[in-house]
């Protein structure tokens, strides 16, 4: 019982600053969502259901009536695909886990949580009571903060004037660099960035998303492939 109470504070202790990062984003979002006629209650159901905020945004965006259901769905499942791999990285790392808590748990990974876990992963075991610590309250503040924003969106004004928007863009940066390894993480984050960039200027969202993910990988295979051979020739006489 000691050790599950200690996971859960360490996961509490590791996701706190991730909370603090989705506390604008969240009242950003509610706040769009209400601007677009949805009511608290339906944001709250949408953030319980989806629980994504790029793909929430995305959806706001396109937000008309009568929905364009094509557009959603295809912009959604473009974003949320980089889910697949996360899933497939983590799923080995969850051998403590039942059935339903990885059932449970996966359906509420988020790209916070999920770069946590694999970074406990690398010390420790993962179990279920660091994930869930990490897990429940970073989607309890996510939809306390996006049904709290579609309440009082119009009295708050946007947090963009504040530079809000650029919260979950400094939280990012912090678990790239919690995960560098060198050269291969230079090249995979420089292709992905530059290639994302150009991409939403060129073509917009989503399509930034799947540019971004498929040149990171390839530079990262690349990368990869050639960082053995860079060190035979370094150890090389």
């Known amino acids: 019982m000691s050790t599950m109470r200690h996971d859960l504070r360490m996961g509490l202790g590791d996701i706190w600053p991730a909370m603090l990062a989705a506390v604008p984003i969240g009242f950003l979002f509610g706040a769009l969502a209400a601007?677009?006629?949805?009511?608290?209650?339906?944001?709250?159901?949408?953030?319980?259901?989806?629980?994504?905020?790029?793909?929430?945004?995305?959806?706001?965006?396109?937000?008309?009536?009568?929905?364009?259901?094509?557009?959603?769905?295809?912009?959604?499942?473009?974003?949320?695909?980089?889910?697949?791999?996360?899933?497939?990285?983590?799923?080995?790392?969850?051998?403590?886990?039942?059935?339903?808590?990885?059932?449970?748990?996966?359906?509420?990974?988020?790209?916070?949580?999920?770069?946590?876990?694999?970074?406990?992963?690398r010390t420790h075991r993962l179990t279920p009571a660091y994930w869930f610590g990490l897990t429940v309250p970073f989607m309890l503040c996510w939809l306390m903060t996006s049904t709290l924003g579609a309440t009082i969106g119009a009295a708050m004004g946007d947090p963009r004037r504040l530079g809000a928007d650029f919260a979950f863009t400094a939280l990012f940066i912090a678990l790239v660099a919690a995960f560098w390894k060198g050269r291969v993480t230079f090249w995979t984050v420089a292709a992905a960035g530059i290639a994302s960039a150009l991409t939403y200027r060129l073509a917009g969202p989503p399509w930034h998303v799947l540019a971004g993910a498929a040149c990171g990988l390839l530079a990262a295979w690349i990368a990869a492939g050639t960082e053995p051979a860079a060190v035979a020739e370094e150890a090389t006489p």
Do not use: C
């Open 35 to 121: 601007a677009k006629g949805l009511s608290p209650l339906e944001v709250l159901v949408m953030s319980a259901l989806v629980f994504a905020g790029g793909a929430q945004f995305a959806a706001v965006e396109l937000w008309t009536t009568p929905a364009p259901i094509f557009a959603l769905v295809f912009s959604t499942l473009l974003i949320n695909a980089r889910h697949v791999l996360m899933s497939a990285s983590l799923a080995p790392k969850l051998g403590g886990f039942s059935l339903g808590q990885k059932l449970a748990g996966l359906y509420y990974m988020a790209d916070e949580n999920w770069a946590l876990a694999e970074k406990r992963a």
